[in-house]
């Protein structure tokens, strides 16, 4: 709005009327930062609020093995599993495994390893070795689970390639580790 007197009219400002406008134009600017501190207050609340509604839970399981005597026949050497708490229906879980294993027999083979949550395979790895050598797979694998009640399974799976072949544990070689972790949402 231009006021009788302004510069608009080619007259000279009156510093009062300046010092009018300039203080209602920093009451409004107030006001708008006022109404977007309030909003995003707002928005901070509300995703606390579904936050605290989700509320997590953590668990972990660690299993490890010696001796491991891998043939031609897919077996589980590890195997672990996380109960499921109690209002909780999903989970996240990450889980990993490893195998160090020396190939004791004649000729060249190669080692499988599964590492399977909750019943499905995810990942598989083969580790190739001379005879003589080591052979050291490794696999992880996350899967989202839902409808989830009792406890979740994690599992290794080991087995040699060449039909007829079995490493035999030999001077300290034959590790496996297993670790998986499950973060539940409800």
Known sequence: ????????WGLPEDPLMRMAREIDDLTRQMRENEAQ??????????????????????????????????????????????????????AIVIASTSVTVRNTTAGQDALELQLRIDGALGWDDYADAAAGFLASPHVSNT???????????????????????????ADGYHLGNLDAAAIFLR
């Open 37 to 90: 501190r309030n909003t995003l207050q707002g928005v901070v609340n509300g995703l606390i609020q579904q936050l605290d509604a989700q509320a997590l839970a953590v668990d972990h399981v660690h299993v490890d093995t010696t001796d491991i005597t891998p043939d031609n026949t897919l077996t589980v050497i590890l195997s672990g599993s996380i109960a499921v708490p109690v209002g909780f229906s999903r």
């Open 1 to 8: 709005m231009t006021m009788p007197g302004s510069v608009a």
């Open 143 to 169: 899967r989202l689970l839902t409808g989830l009640t009792g406890s979740i399974a994690v599992s290794s799976l080991v087995a040699t390639v060449v039909v007829g072949s079995t490493w035999t544990p």
